[in-house]
């Protein structure tokens, strides 16, 4: 059976400094985000393991702590790649014209996204989303990794608000860790991911497409 895996970071642990420090980097992918990888696969072994036994007492929990782990898996994911040493400044072409389209500026775009952030009770994330149905991107804020999103929408930049991502460095000013992401992002992926997701906008019959 296919298993979930730790994907590469893709540069240095040290390749974010210093908006990111090395030790936030490698306690969050080698650590947290590796846990997740284990805990999803755990839940598909014990969903397994449950339907062995037609016991399925215990769907409820192991369906919320799938969920949970697979989506922390992919936000992680998303998160390495959405990021790159010397990064940061204004997207351009189509990404651009998306956002000035959709949000009116890149710079009322980017008070949106560090607004979900930064006001996500407890912890979560804030995603740019393509939505499928209108043909349009939209911010979303994420509870925990799986809850609040909006289904069949593509998130293409994610921010990660949970206190691992930030608090060894910015302590309590979670707003600094926020603003600092700006100055790593990798726009040619987010671009590259706008471009794939547009692709789904014909995979909802009946709501688009
Ligand atoms: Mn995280």
């Not at 994911?77 to 040493?85: A, D, H, L, T, V």
């Amino acid at each position: 059976m296919p298993k979930y895996a730790l994907p590469e970071l893709g540069y240095a642990h040290d390749a974010l400094e210093p908006h990111v420090k090395k030790e936030i980097l490698e306690l969050h992918h080698g650590k947290h985000h590796a846990a997740y990888v284990t805990n999803a696969n755990v839940m598909l072994d014990k969903l397994e393991e449950a339907r062995a036994k037609a016991d399925f007492a215990s769907i409820p929990h192991l369906e919320r702590a799938l969920a949970f782990n697979v989506a922390g898996h992919v936000l992680h994911s998303i998160f390495w790649k959405n990021m790159q040493s010397g990064g940061g400044g204004e997207p351009t072409g189509a990404l651009a014209d998306q956002i000035k389209a959709d949000f009116g500026s890149f710079e009322s775009f980017k008070k949106q996204m560090n607004a979900a952030a930064s006001t996500v009770f407890g912890s979560g994330w804030a995603a740019l989303v393509w939505e499928p149905v209108l043909g349009r991107l939209i911010t979303t804020q994420i509870y925990d990794h799986q809850s609040n999103f909006t289904v069949g929408g593509t998130p293409v930049m994610v921010m990660d608000a949970w206190e691992h991502a930030w608090y060894l460095q910015y302590q309590n000013r979670k707003g600094e860790f926020f603003d600092a992401l700006w100055n790593v992002w990798n726009w040619n992926d987010i671009s590259a991911r706008l471009e794939a997701a547009k692709k789904t906008t014909t995979l909802l019959p009946g709501a688009a497409g």
